[in-house]
């Protein structure tokens, strides 16, 4: 039993069915910095990130500790 790709996508200018484009398309509208926040929080409690290296891996700015 083999595998078939997936045809679900935006048609490219090359002619391509595009899930990657597809996908661009919808998150451009959506805000997602609040998941992209936690998901910096996690790798540095654990992946052992600095705050630094998380706000930039993730492209956000972490809410300051109290």
């Known amino acids: ?3 078939e790709h997936s045809r679900i996508g935006i048609k490219t ?3 391509v069915v595009s ?3 597809l996908h661009r398309e919808i998150m ?3 805000d997602d910095s609040e998941i992209r926040i936690w998901s910096a929080m996690k790798a540095i ?3 052992g990130l600095t705050p630094e ?3 930039a891996a993730f492209n956000v700015k972490l809410p300051l500790a109290e």
């Open 28 to 30: 451009a509208g959506v």
């Open 19 to 21: 899930d990657t484009a």
């Open 53 to 55: 290296q998380a706000e």
């Open 1 to 3: 039993m083999t595998q």
């Open 13 to 15: 200018l090359d002619d």
């Open 45 to 47: 409690v654990d992946l």
